[in-house]
């Protein structure tokens, strides 16, 4: 359950603060066997621990951390699947015919 917005309103200074992603592990009382995984944002690990009571009334709450942050998407090269396999795209603006001298 991720919240909509990724920034939080300070209380102090009325501007906006990042927030970060934590991952809660908890068990219902009925299914102490069945170990559940929720990820939500809080601005720090005490805030992210009383949403998590909040949210998941009536359970027990296993183990609560940060979860680490995703890659960045252009870090990654493109590519598309064509014909059973992947070929790579190109992102610049030449065109991927020869030019007229080769």
Not at 31 to 43: I, M, Y
């Amino acid at each position: 359950m991720l919240s909509k917005d990724l920034m939080a309103e300070g209380r102090d200074q009325h501007r906006k603060a990042a927030l970060a992603s934590y991952n809660v592990h908890f068990v219902h009382a009925d299914a102490p066997k069945n170990v559940r995984l929720e990820r939500l944002l809080a601005p720090n690990l005490a805030a992210a621990l009383n949403m998590a009571d909040g949210l998941f009334p009536e359970t027990t709450i296993l183990r609560i951390h940060k979860a680490p942050p995703r890659p960045r998407m252009d870090t990654y090269p493109d590519a598309r699947f064509i014909k059973g396999a992947f070929l790579p795209v190109r992102n610049d603006d030449q065109s991927s015919q020869p030019s007229p001298a080769d």
